[in-house]
Each structure stands twice: as structure tokens, then as C-alpha cells.
């Protein structure tokens, strides 16, 4: 492929990110912090954002399972870790699923926990699927064509 | 002021002295608290997250900010490195929620046993959460995701850190520092270390930033406080501005326009009118019985006898009272002694000084910014002194002034709290309420004054009799003797540590500054003092009936102390050394009970 071409594509496929409300200004953020120290420091923090987000994801999944009683205290920790975990990469959509994940914490309401980890998981995935094949075109395109700004 | 750099050293060496186990290293160590040339660059950032990817992320940024960043997932990780390595950092940054450990709680620590900023993070930023960190000390809270602009300026924190500390230092001097020893004596390693860094750095950060900060160092900025603390600086332009307008025709509202200080009310500068009207009644009083005392400025005094009053009721107060109305009253006598005590040293308790007040003589002088007062305070203190030498207790400062707020108040709570006071304390003295609350004087904290505070033999005519003399005293004497009686009352309040009490008996050199910081201390602690009623108590305690014999000698001292009251920040110092705890013991030994008296005879006694 062209590498023109690429390159272009690197960066439609960034913006379609945001357009899409996917990802926040915090993934502009990292993409600043990317120098010639760490030329792969936006990748690098998304890998280990998704290592440590799929643990926190199985526990959450865990706990759900206990139904009698559900253990709202114990998924609302969970889930604020998780929240912060996703921050750190500016995943939008998905914090915005944990924020409602825990209203119904709070509420008590264990349905509502049910159904929002759900979509949630959906948003996660999605956005997990995006990035990687974003960084994979971005890797061969050179690794000045992901930063978007100067460092 | 060479005072103040001295007291520090020995200070120092006390400090060293009674905690063996304390390296000299620390203190010499360079990174103590000294910034370097290029600061905020180098800033030494503890970063402290259970989460890895933010981890990394803010060691990133803060590498970014040309900080030197050391990352830890664990709180009790992060508390080891802290202990290891004393000083070895100058900001931490810790997230709120940490499995092994409430970040609030590794927020306390880190305040109470390193006085370290701490800054906390979360994703949640709740209000509650936020009102919670800051409840336990954060200096200040970021919610993620952080921005590089919020960790460019993480430096102020710790060089506001730094500025307040060596403020603080100046006007604690060796206060503070003993204090803090004292504490660090009860506690572990860890608070002794943590002392004396404080010590150290707030005395680099000291000789840093030079002088006396003009506004109150202590306030406005802090937060609990709400009355004004009448600095030395800001006395002295108090007075000026009166000077200038004339005592006769003086007003709030003039005086206010001319000192030119933007955060001061009317109120502010005419309760501190009034207080300053019944100082110069008394000092004034006590000129015209006094043909011998050099400098004092001529007034309209009334009667001498408020001086002697005031003394003998304060020392008999002290005796009987636990409030600070004994303090309160005796302001000049009691404060000067209890100023010189080691107290100033670093123990708010005044009580030790006493054997330092001897010493201090000079120390006052330097202190002194006005050379006759110094003078006149020389005299008396070499004549008065004497005896306080042999001695190294006042009795005098026993007494357990509620007002003290500051120093009390804050060794109470660290004695109390496991740490907290810590925090307080570290808050340093402007943070320390100054309420009317009264504490318990604890008797244990020195020696000479336990023995006297523990049998306050203060007749009831004795105090009707003060009363009834000295009622113009009270006020005044408040607010300047606050200082004093601060110390004292923090020395009575605060249980002497073994450690605190030895610094105390060490140099006199701290003592000066103590005083000064007492000084400040003490302006503060009138103001939350229910000053009249107080100074009406002592002044019924005081008891005219002993003075007879010393009320010359009280009335010399009396003025003595007057006059550094006068100027503020002199007075405090001043006042301990010319107080002569001889005169004092001698009004109030026949109100204490023997053990004082044994106490007091030695000491204070004047001939």
C-alpha cells in the first residue's frame, strides 16, 4: 500500500475515532508524550491499559454472577477501578458506560448492573478492535505518523 | 538575626543530643529540603497507583516536567521508600483508591511522618471525595484524567510547603522545632526524623528566604484561623501609624489607613487599639512607681500596682489555674519567663526555658529591635536573672493557658492523636486554632513547672485582690503575654516528653527565637483568648497581698516586659528574659504548695 495512502488512512481512522465519540482529548494527551524516548508510548499504553482492563473485566463478570445477593459495594469498586483504567486511554463511550453501570450500583438495581455491564462490554470490545487495527496500520506507516502534534 | 541562627544550631544539637538514634546525616544530608538551582526541575515526585497504565502514564508526564519520578503500586511500597529514604522526596502523588491501603490514610501518614505534600488523584471527583482529601491534608486533588499543565505545576505545593515552613520557623524558631522533638520523642523513628527535618528544613528554608515575613506568618493564610495574628512586623506598623497620628487622637479607622495592610479590618486593628491602650495604661503605671527604670517612655500610666498585680496574679494563677487567665494576666512577668524557658527552644512550653532565660538575656536583646527596651531589659534580666539560672524552672509557666491555642493546642493534639498533630503541627502554627478552648494542663511536661502547676495554691484573696488591682493589665497582657502564656500554656498543656524537657534546659539561644515565635503565637492566642474575662480571673488569683516585697522588682520587670510588648515581636522575647522568675516565684510561692515552692524558691526568687 501506498504509504501516502497509509498514512492518510492512519489518520482518517484516528479521527473517526473521536468523530465517533470513541475516544476523548486524553488520547491526544498521550500522543504528546510520545518522543523519540518512548516512540511507541500511546501503543505501549493501550496494551497495558487492555491487560489490566480484561482482569478487572472477569472479576466484574464474576460478580455479577452472584446473584443472592449481588455484591453492589464489591462491583462498584471494581467498576471504579475499571473506570479508571479507561480514562487513562480516553475511552469515552466506555466511560460513560461505567458511569451508568454505577448509578444502578448505587440504586441497588441489580437488572440495570446486568444490562449496563453488557453494553458496556460491547463498547469495550469495539473500541478495543479499532485501536488495534489502528496501531497495527499506524506501525507500518512509521511511528511518526501517530502523533498527531509535536512533542 | 544571629539570635535566631543560633538557637537553631543548638537546637539542633539538642535535638541530636536527646535522640541518639537520629543522624547527623539527615540534617546534613543536601537534600534537605534545599531547592535546587534549576527548581521546579529535579523535583522528586513519588507516584503512588494501584494502577498500571496510569502508572506509567504520569511517570511519563512528570518526566516530561523534567521531575525525577519514582513509581510504586503498593501504599505500604510507598510508605517504605518514604522511610528509607527520608527526604529523599519532595512530593507525593497517590491515588484515593489503593487495595492495600485507603489513600487517605497513606495521605496521613505521609503527613505525619514525613511532612510531605501530598497530592491526591481519582477518577471520581465527588465532592465528598475531594472535601475528604483535603479534610486529611491533600494539598491538592486531580481527577483523571490528569493534564500535563496540573502536574507542571505540582512544584508550588512544595515550595509554598517550604516558604510557610520557614515562616513558620522564623517566628517559632526553636518553638516549633522543640515541639516537634518533643513529639518525635514519643513517637517512633520515624517522628523524631520527621522533627528534625522539619527543624532543618525549615531552618535552611529560613536562612533562604532571610527575613521575617512582613504579613503574619502564621495567618491569614490559614485556614482555621479567623483572628488576625498581630506579627511583629504588623505591631510595628500598628504602632507606627499610631505614632503618627497621635496616641491622642488615634482612632481604628486611621490607623488602619495608614498601616496600609490590605487583609486587616477595623476590627482587627481596634481590638488590637484597645488591648494596646491597656498595655501602655500598665506600662505606664508601673514607669511612674518605677524611678529606675531606664527607658521606659512616660505615659499616662495609672498606678503602679497593675504591673505587680499582673505578675503576682499570674503567677498565682498559674499555680491554681488551669485556664489561661493566669497567663493571661501575668503576660509580661509570666510570658517573660516563660519565653525564655526552653520553650523557646522549640518547646512551646515556657517552662523550660526558665534556665535559658538567664541566658537568653542576650539573647532578647537581639532580639529586641528596640535598642532601649533592649536595655532596660538587660538591667533587669541581669539582676533578675540570676536566680533563674540556678534554676532552671519556672514555675511561672505553668500555668496551662487555655489560649494558647497554637502551641497548646497542637502539642495536645499530638500527644492525643496518634499522628494527626502531625499534620497540625506541620500545618505549622498558623494552622493551629487558636480557640478559647481551655486545655488541661498536663503538669508532667517540665519538671519546675509540673511541680508548680500541680499545686496551684492560689489563695482566693490573692485573686480577689488581683482582680480588683489590675484590671487594665488584663487585656493588654492578653494579647502581648498571649505569646507568653502560649508558651506556657503549651507547656503545661503538652505532657513533657522527656525529650522536650531536655531541650529545654539546653540553649538558650532558641529561646530568642522561640520568643519570637511565641511572640506571634501569643498575639494570636489573645485574640481567640475571652481575653477580659480571663485576665479578670488572673487578676483575682494574682492576689496584691505578696507582692509587696517585689513589686519594685515587678513592676522593673514588669515594665521591662511592657516595653518589649510594645514591640511585639520584641516583647515576647524579651518579655521572658526580663521576666524575672525570681519575682515571681516570690509573689507565688506562698501560693504554691511546697513542692512548687522548692521549685520556685530556687529560681525565681528574686532578693
Known sequence: ?151 | MIIITQPFFELTALILAYSPSLSLTKMDNGCFSSPRRDFPAGLRVLVVDDDPTWLKILEKMLKKCNYEVTTCCLARHALNLLRERKDGYDIVISDVNMPDMDGFKLLEHVGLEMDLPVIMMSVDGETSRVMKGVQHGACDYLLKPIRMKELRNIWQHVFRKRIHEAKEFESFESFESIHLMRNGSELSDDGNLFAIEDVSSAKKRKDADGKHNDKECLDPSSTKKARVVWSVDLHQKFVKAVNQIGFDKVGPKKILDLMNVPWLTRENVASHLQKYRLYLSRIQKENNQRSSSSGMKPSDFPSKDQGSFGFQNSLNKQQNDVSNDSYNYSDGSLQVGNVETKSHEGDPHGIVSQSTIAKKGRLLTGNIADTNMRDSLRVGLNQHFAPLESEGNHPVFNCSMPTQYSWTEVPCMQLKEEHKSYVHLEDSFSKLPLHGKQHPIHVDQSQSVASINSTPSITEEEVAACIEAKPLFTDYKNDYASSISSIGNAVDSFPIQPGSLIMNDQSSEPISTINSGLKTQGYNNLSFISDLELYQRNLLLGGEANTAPLDEDLHFYWLQGERYNMNFGLQHIGMPEYYDPGLVSEAATHLYDSNDYSVIEQGLFIA
Open chain 1, 1 to 151: 500500500m501506498d504509504k501516502n495512502q497509509s498514512r492518510r488512512q492512519v489518520a482518517s481512522m484516528k479521527q473517526s475515532l473521536f468523530d465517533q465519540g470513541l475516544l476523548d482529548e486524553q488520547f491526544i494527551q498521550l500522543e504528546g508524550l510520545q518522543d523519540d524516548a518512548n516512540p511507541n508510548f500511546v501503543e505501549e499504553i493501550v496494551t497495558l491499559h487492555y491487560r489490566d482492563s480484561s482482569r478487572l473485566i472477569s472479576s466484574i463478570e464474576q460478580a455479577l454472577k452472584e446473584r443472592n445477593p449481588m455484591d453492589f459495594n464489591k462491583l462498584d469498586t471494581l467498576m471504579h477501578q475499571f473506570k479508571g483504567s479507561s480514562s487513562s486511554i480516553g475511552a469515552k463511550k466506555v466511560k460513560a458506560e461505567c458511569n451508568l453501570f454505577r448509578e444502578y450500583c448505587r440504586a441497588g438495581n441489580a437488572e440495570g448492573c446486568v444490562r449496563s455491564f453488557q453494553q458496556l462490554k460491547k463498547e469495550y470490545v469495539a473500541l478495543r478492535k479499532k485501536l488495534e487495527a489502528y496501531f497495527q496500520l499506524a506501525r507500518q506507516v512509521g511511528p511518526q505518523e501517530t502523533a498527531c502534534r509535536s512533542k
